[in-house]
């Protein structure tokens, strides 16, 4: 993708090269850890005419353009030594604002990842992202939301994921330093794992020394897996007055940054893509209640958009089912009873409505 085809989509908005979606400071942080590797960051720079006292104002923010580009120059002068590696050491959690205060004051680690799903948009607008539990682990899915070349894609996905491991690790105390009279918990600990759906590099061996955590390439998809013990457990600092007020930050901020780029489907849309997995999607009268309308008033407003609240949870449903039917060894029956149907026949007579295919016959397609 040349500089001047940048397509920029975040969710189901979509957004223009001009987007100030990045906190200025993180580009900053990029040109130290190029220069680290002998690369000269003014070569990032070219031609965007900003100064480092611009990029350390409170506040101040880059385009998603200038974000891709500088993405784009490095991975291409630095990517064969592990630049995605080096950024994320830089990317400590006090750097990302209110995101980096919710996180290192949620009540559990997993409370963390989950808000992390609804604001990543706010500090690495590249990507989505998800959280699928079981009873032994949860895993946070990072997926790309533009096509992208193989050297800006494996330094994005190291440097967010590697990033959000490392940030974990500083929030609960790395397994080296657990409890040595819980020894349990810190072999749970051990099996914490961040995998890629890329190649080995072959710098890989130096930086997998370097962390505390298990590093994995050839992956069916990138992703943090993290042991229940780990996503059960609450951050030093967890404090829920913080959160509380970190949590309402982050909404502000995402407000100001998303005004207009939403309408009122896409934004149920997006509280859907944020529930509870395992349990029921909430019906109709409990989402009018969270976006302080009327069931009335909600069916209008979303007819008026040409569309209803069943096909928008409809869509959800059908996105849940055809990735735990890709990425899980779960049965269709557990399938069904993770996405709180009362039983495999409702489920599979829904699933069929909803893609044409049973859900057999859609694994079946997909493996």
Do not use: W
């Not at 810190?186 to 099996?191: C, D, P, T, V, Y």
């Amino acid at each position: 993708m040349s500089e001047g085809q940048v397509d920029m989509s975040i969710g189901q908005e979509r957004l223009t090269g001009v987007f100030q979606g990045i906190p200025a400071i993180y580009l900053l942080l990029f040109c130290q850890a190029v220069e680290q590797l002998g690369v000269d960051p003014d070569l990032i720079t070219e031609g965007m005419e900003l100064s480092d006292d611009q990029l350390l104002k409170p506040g101040a923010r880059i385009s998603m353009r200038q974000g891709y580009i500088a993405a784009q120059r490095g991975s291409a002068l630095a990517g064969s030594l592990g630049l995605g590696m080096v950024y994320a050491k830089t990317l400590k959690p006090t750097l990302h604002g209110p995101v980096g205060l919710l996180a290192m004051t949620s009540e559990s680690v997993g409370a963390a990842l989950h808000a992390l799903t609804r604001y990543l948009a706010l500090r690495a607008p590249f990507f989505k992202c998800e959280v699928t539990e079981t009873e032994s682990e949860a895993r946070f899915t990072l997926e790309p939301l533009l096509s992208m070349d193989a050297p800006i894609k494996t330094f994005l996905l190291e440097s967010v994921l590697v990033a959000a491991a490392s940030m974990i690790d500083s929030l609960v105390g790395s397994a080296a330093g657990a409890d040595s009279a819980d020894e349990a918990l810190g072999a749970e600990l051990s099996k914490f794992k961040v995998c890629f759906d890329l190649p080995k590099p072959d710098y890989f061996e130096r930086f997998a020394r370097e962390v505390s955590f298990e590093l994995e390439y050839g992956a069916p998809v990138s992703q943090l897996v993290v042991p229940r013990a780990l996503f059960e457990r609450a951050p030093r600092l967890s404090d829920p007055d913080a959160a509380k007020l970190a949590r309402q930050q982050c909404e502000l901020e995402y407000i100001e940054l998303f005004p207009e780029h939403e309408t009122l489907a896409d934004q149920i849309a997006r509280h859907l893509s944020h529930c509870q997995s395992g349990v029921a999607l909430p019906d109709l009268s409990e989402v009018a209640k969270r976006f302080h309308l009327s069931p009335r008033t909600l069916r209008r407003r979303l007819s008026e958009l040409d569309t209803g609240f069943s096909t928008l949870s409809d869509q959800e449903l059908l996105s849940r089912a055809q990735k735990l039917l890709r990425r899980s060894n779960l049965s269709v029956s557990e399938v069904a009873y993770e996405l709180g149907y009362p039983n495999v026949s409702n489920f599979s007579a829904s699933f069929k409505r909803l893609s044409g295919k049973t859900p057999k016959a859609y694994r079946d397609e997909v493996e």
